[in-house]
């Protein structure tokens, strides 16, 4: 519909009149770039505009075509309550329509609309409002009659919505009954929020990414993605919440067929007579809803205040908000106000600062990380995005580059959703004119050389060097950080700096620094070469859980890196642990396990582990050695081998650690006691033929626990 050279000057159009005074003039050029903007987002789902930007230009057209009526068309893009509908799910009309909110971004925004609020009010002196989060989902509509839910319904154009019934009743928050006959409710109709955990969001990301597809743009467009797949069961998986903010329409059962009284049924939702009543009231029903996070204020002042001190609540909340809404809180105040076609008066969404906007990419660089993996990071010009300036944005890998059809040159659109890392949306492919080029990914490591290489079930390409000195110098950044050995003074740019001048090569490396070397750079003083001595001496009785951290072992994070330590008295006895070993251990699995074996099986890692140690490092488990000399198990060795029926083996092993015996994972000479359980295999039959093996059953063994 709208021609590449087109979509370029209506771009530019929207960049220009965000900048222009108001004019009447300026009337139909913004009606053609909204109109542009609405086909770009309705129908191609692929958002031309920043939200902040589309808005801003909305309001200029109303403001406009309320100073102006004459020069108002009845097809301006400001006539309508929007929003299209897909023919995926059957459509159905909403009780009542389903609003948008009037957008505000400043305090001066809100004090006019606390004036038009007055204004409506008449005579009432003190207006109560309440502010809640305004959630950054996909709007519901859920309509419960004889107390069990009967339909969902997403807001499609606001008068009908799509029938998503199957999928709402797979988000797990939402009751599927609820006693409102009880309260003398016949019918009524919620609306809300489906939301998406940032967690769960993030988590969903990372499989995603370790799976090679590209993450997903951002909380919102999952949630609303999902809500409208067509195979309720891959919902489920999803694992959507809600929140629910509204009650819009409320059926009562005739009073004579109604027994019970109401007028003093303070649970009641219909005996609420304010938006803060009725929400709480939903919340003890079992509803989610933002009871806990809503506040009452009683001058537009203190709703400002607050308003202006939320973003540091932003990040701390478990869904992604994009701003506030505020709400008169009386129920006759806020029908005596009423509603416009687009919004209710009686409320209004303050927009926190836009976490989108557009840049130039003007660079791709390739960093390697201490696994190897070679990572894209796209250089742009730098803009400010949600309070921070973003200069530098991770691309993930070449499935994104190529999926997205990124170029060097390229305007794109960023977002940082949340505490989510900023990305790309996408280019816009319309700014285009020819002078962009292809990303072109190295096959060379861009730091040592080496070739890299992919593996099949991985989208990253990783330089398989060990040595590459870019590795090495992300392991030292990684061993010395705050959650490992925690070495005050050394960070990335001390790290750095030395590895640039050789002055560290390796790990061990840093507890042979050449001092009088550094005491010679600038910025060394006396006192700070004292303060990085003192950390790094500290740093050689941390607890092992820490130095098995540091040390990076690929998939070992810290939870895992304290299983392994609790696992040892000392580090060395994991070179003789096998996958089968590892994988008894709780919480570790098949990918942690071929990891950690690998690990230990090299001689690098081995050299690095007797370096350290030389050096004066910790490398036991003192807890665990003290219990293991002191067991009546002392110096047995055991096996277990064979499904256990009465305990899980990682308890059987345990259990003879804790009595002092410690676990081989093969049979040989070394072995004591192999204890079978049913389907023993190999293991059995090698021990039988050794013959300096005893073999137990698991009675046996349990019976030698209790009996030493
Ligand atoms: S009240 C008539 N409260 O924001 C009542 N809306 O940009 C109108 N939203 O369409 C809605 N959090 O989908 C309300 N706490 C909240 C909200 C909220 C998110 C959404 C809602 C609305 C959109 C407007």
Same mark, same amino acid.
């Given at each position: 519909?709208y021609?590449?050279a087109q979509?370029?000057?209506?771009f530019?159009?929207?960049k220009?009149?965000l900048?222009?005074e108001n004019a009447?003039?300026l009337?139909p050029?913004l009606?053609?770039?909204?109109?542009w903007a609405?086909?770009r987002?309705y129908v191609q789902?692929?958002?031309?505009?920043?939200?902040?930007?589309?808005?801003?230009?909305?309001?200029?057209l109303?403001?406009?075509?309320?100073?102006?009526?004459?020069?108002s068309?009845?097809?301006?893009?400001?006539?309508?309550?929007?929003?299209g509908?897909?023919e995926?799910?059957?459509t159905?009309?909403?009780?009542?329509p389903m609003?948008?909110l009037?957008?505000?971004y400043?305090?001066?925004?809100?004090?006019?609309w606390?004036?038009?609020?007055?204004?409506?009010a008449?005579?009432?002196?003190v207006?109560?409002?309440?502010?809640?989060?305004?959630?950054d989902?996909?709007?519901?509509s859920?309509?419960?009659e004889?107390?069990?839910l009967?339909r969902?319904?997403?807001r499609?154009?606001?008068?009908?919505?799509e029938?998503?019934t199957?999928?709402?009743?797979?988000i797990?928050?939402?009751?599927l009954s609820a006693?409102f006959s009880?309260?003398?409710?016949?019918?009524i109709?919620?609306r809300?929020?489906?939301?998406?955990?940032?967690?769960?969001?993030?988590?969903n990301?990372?499989?995603?990414m370790?799976e090679?597809?590209?993450?997903?743009?951002?909380?919102r467009n999952?949630?609303?993605g999902?809500?409208r797949?067509?195979?309720p069961?891959e919902?489920?998986q999803r694992r959507l919440?809600?929140v629910l903010y509204?009650?819009?329409?409320?059926?009562?059962?005739p009073?004579?067929l109604?027994e019970?009284?109401l007028?003093d049924?303070?649970?009641?939702?219909?005996?609420?007579?304010?938006?803060?009543?009725t929400?709480?009231n939903?919340?003890?029903?079992?509803?989610?809803t933002?009871?806990g996070?809503?506040?009452?204020?009683?001058?537009?002042d203190?709703?400002?205040a607050?308003?202006?001190?939320?973003?540091l609540?932003?990040?701390?909340?478990p869904?992604?908000?994009?701003?506030?809404?505020?709400? &008169?809180? /009386?129920f006759? @105040?806020? $029908?005596k106000? *009423?509603?416009?076609?687009?919004?209710?008066?009686w409320a209004? %969404?303050?927009?926190?600062?836009?976490?989108?906007a557009t840049?130039k990419?003007r660079?791709?660089?390739?960093?390697?990380?201490?696994?190897?993996?070679?990572?894209?990071?796209?250089k742009?010009d730098p803009v400010?995005?949600?309070g921070?300036?973003v200069s530098s944005?991770?691309l993930?890998?070449?499935d994104v580059?190529?999926?997205?059809?990124l170029? &060097?040159g /390229?305007?794109v @659109?960023? $977002?940082?959703? *949340?505490?989510v890392?900023?990305y790309?949306?996408?280019?816009? %492919?319309?700014m285009?004119?020819g002078?962009?080029?292809?990303?072109?990914?190295?096959?060379?490591?861009?730091?040592?050389?080496?070739n890299?290489?992919r593996?099949?079930?991985?989208?990253?390409?990783r330089?398989?060097?060990?040595?590459?000195p870019?590795?090495?110098?992300?392991?030292?950044i990684?061993?010395?950080?705050?959650d490992?050995m925690?070495?005050?003074?050394?960070?990335e740019?001390n790290?750095?700096?030395?590895c640039?001048?050789d002055?560290l090569?390796?790990?061990?490396?840093l507890?042979?620094?050449?001092?009088?070397?550094v005491?010679?750079?600038?910025?060394?003083?006396e006192?700070?070469?004292?303060?990085l001595?003192?950390?790094l001496?500290?740093?050689?009785s941390?607890p092992l859980a820490r130095?098995?951290?540091g040390l990076?072992?690929?998939?070992?994070?810290?939870?895992t890196a304290?299983?392994?330590?609790?696992?040892?008295s000392?580090i060395?006895e994991?070179?003789e642990?096998?996958?089968?070993?590892f994988?008894?251990?709780?919480d570790?699995?098949?990918?942690v396990?071929?990891?950690?074996?690998?690990?230990f099986r090299?001689s690098?890692?081995r050299a690095?582990?007797?370096?350290l140690?030389?050096?004066?490092l910790?490398?036991?488990n003192?807890?665990?050695a003290?219990?293991?000399s002191e067991?009546a198990?002392?110096g047995k060795?055991?096996?277990?081998?064979?499904?256990?029926?009465?305990l899980?083996?990682?308890?059987?092993?345990?259990?003879a650690?804790?009595?002092?015996?410690?676990?081989l994972?093969?049979v040989?000479s070394k072995?004591?006691?192999?204890?079978v359980?049913?389907?023993?295999?190999?293991?059995?039959?090698k021990?039988?033929?050794l013959?300096s093996v005893s073999?137990l059953?698991?009675?046996?063994?349990l019976d030698?626990?209790?009996?030493?």
């Open positions: 519909m021609a590449a979509q370029q000057l209506l530019q159009d929207a220009d009149l900048e222009a009447p003039g009337m050029r009606a053609a770039v909204l109109r609405d086909w987002y789902s692929d958002p031309a505009l920043a939200d902040f930007e589309y808005d801003t230009l909305f309001k200029k109303q403001a406009l075509e309320a100073r102006f009526p004459g020069n068309t009845p097809d301006s893009p400001t006539q309508r309550v929007a929003k509908l897909s995926r799910f059957p159905v009309s909403h009780l009542v609003l948008s009037e957008n505000t400043n305090a001066e925004d809100l004090r006019d606390d004036r038009k609020v007055r204004a409506g008449g005579a009432q002196e207006i109560e409002y309440c502010v809640e989060p305004k959630y989902g996909a709007s519901i859920l309509i419960y004889n107390d069990q009967l969902g319904a997403t499609g154009d606001g008068i009908m919505g029938d998503i199957a999928n709402v009743r797979q797990r928050s939402i009751p006693p009880k309260l003398g409710i016949h019918q109709e919620i809300g929020e489906a939301v998406i955990h940032k967690d769960i969001f993030a988590d990301n990372a499989r995603r370790a090679g597809l590209a993450p997903l743009a951002n909380p999952a949630a609303s999902t809500l797949m067509l195979d069961a919902v489920s919440s809600a509204h009650v819009s329409e409320l059926e009562r059962i009073a004579s109604f019970t009284r007028s049924d303070s649970t009641s939702i219909g005996a609420a007579n304010d938006h803060f009543h929400i709480q939903l919340a003890a029903l079992g509803f989610p933002p009871a996070e809503m506040h009452l204020f009683r001058h537009i203190d709703v400002i607050y308003c202006e001190g939320f973003s609540r932003r990040d701390s909340l869904f992604e908000v994009d701003g506030l809404v505020i709400k &008169v809180n /009386d006759a @105040l806020q $029908e106000l *009423g509603m416009t076609a687009h919004h209710p008066r209004v %969404a303050y927009k926190l600062a836009a976490r989108q840049s990419l660079q791709v660089v390739f960093s390697v990380g201490r696994t190897g993996s070679v990572t894209p990071v796209a742009i400010p995005i949600g921070v300036t944005v991770s993930f890998n070449e580059i190529r999926e997205k059809d170029r &060097v /390229d305007t @659109l960023v $977002e940082r959703a *949340g505490d890392i900023p790309i949306v996408k280019p816009l %492919a319309e285009r004119d002078s962009e080029v292809e990303i072109v990914y190295p096959s060379n490591c861009p730091e040592c050389g080496h890299l290489e593996q099949e079930d991985e989208a990253v390409w330089c398989i060097n060990i040595a590459c870019a590795q090495v110098q992300e392991r030292i990684h061993f010395c950080s705050k490992a925690d070495i005050r003074g050394m960070g740019s790290v750095k700096k030395f640039a001048l002055i090569k390796d790990i061990p490396g507890y042979h620094i050449e001092w009088e070397r005491a010679t750079l600038e910025g060394f003083g006192k700070s070469v004292t303060n001595q003192a950390a001496e500290k740093s050689k941390q130095l098995i951290f990076g072992i690929r998939h070992v994070g810290e939870t304290k299983t392994l330590a609790q696992a040892v000392h060395r994991f070179y642990w096998d996958e089968d070993r994988i008894t251990l709780e570790i699995g098949p990918k396990a071929a990891s950690a074996t690998h690990f090299r690098e890692t690095t582990l007797d370096a140690e030389m050096a004066g910790n490398l036991a003192d807890q665990k003290m219990q293991v067991g198990f002392s060795t055991f096996l277990f081998t064979g499904t256990l029926s009465k899980k083996r990682s308890e059987a092993e345990a259990m650690e804790a009595k002092g015996g410690s676990i994972s093969g040989s072995l004591n006691y192999l204890v359980g049913s389907d023993a295999g190999s293991k059995l039959e021990a039988r033929k013959g073999i059953s698991e009675e046996d063994f030698m626990v209790q009996g030493d």
